[in-house]
């Protein structure tokens, strides 16, 4: 088992004010597989992605990691816990707009141990032709490209992707969907994908829907289709 939850819960008090975005979540990752995460806004998902990736912790409950029980890893443990075996593709593309495509997709290879061939990443998701260009002077789609490229360069053992399409239209958000589906292909890396889009669904491998801090459902897809082919919702 890559990743582990047992009962996760997660609370966040301001003064007297209590408020509970996990209540008591049990969940395991498989290696290689892809995982799309749906629920409403507040349901929770975005709080466990940030747990899973060792952006936050949970209040309660237990996270294992390959085995590992890394619930209370200190703030040092964590950064290195995500150094060595995480990456993150967000809505906003978060690239270092004075470097380069190929320089961008560098800066998240220096992180790793053992990272991937820059070249083949960049070629990957299908931008050897700008590698020389800046954030600038990109598309939306190509940008979120070059992100997910320097996520992978890395070589993470799992990708957390939070709503990696929120703010591309339709067609860009199938090139998106479809490079992340040929990383999931090619390297077995695993990914866990949420978002608030129902088409997305369709090519994950496992599909869990969230509500009020709990997993309300889970569900293994038998027909897994191409991202290029999803239904837009």
């Known amino acids: 088992m890559l990743l582990s939850a047992k009962g996760l819960k997660k609370i966040y008090k301001s003064g007297e004010v209590e408020t509970s975005a996990l209540n008591g979540v049990d969940l395991d990752i498989e290696e290689g597989e892809l995982i799309v995460t749906l629920g409403p806004s507040g349901s929770g998902k975005t709080t466990l992605l940030n747990i899973f990736g ?25 950064t290195l816990f995500r150094r060595d075996n995480v990456g993150f593709v967000f809505q906003n593309y978060n690239l270092l707009p004075n470097l380069t495509v ?48 320097r996520a992978i360069a890395k070589n993470p053992k799992i990708l957390f992707c939070d709503e990696p399409t929120g703010a591309l239209d339709e ?50 897809n038998t027909s897994i289709i191409d991202a290029a082919e999803i239904r837009w919702a």
């Open 102 to 149: 190929r320089e961008n997709v560098e800066s998240g290879a220096r992180l790793s141990k053992n990272p991937l061939d820059i070249n083949k990443i960049i070629n990957t998701v299908g931008l050897s032709d700008k590698k020389d260009k800046f954030p600038y002077q990109l598309s939306g789609g190509e940008q979120q490209r070059v992100s997910i490229a």
């Open 54 to 78: 060792g952006l936050d912790t949970a209040t309660e409950g237990q996270l294992l990691w390959i085995g590992k029980d890394i619930s209370n890893y200190s703030q040092q443990e964590l």
């Open 171 to 220: 067609k860009n958000s199938k090139i998106v969907l479809s490079m992340l589906q040929k990383i999931n292909n090619v390297t077995d890396t695993t990914i866990f994908i949420i978002t608030h889009n129902l088409g997305i669904a369709d090519m994950a491998h496992r599909v869990i829907r969230m509500n009020d801090g709990r997993i309300a459902e889970t569900k293994i």
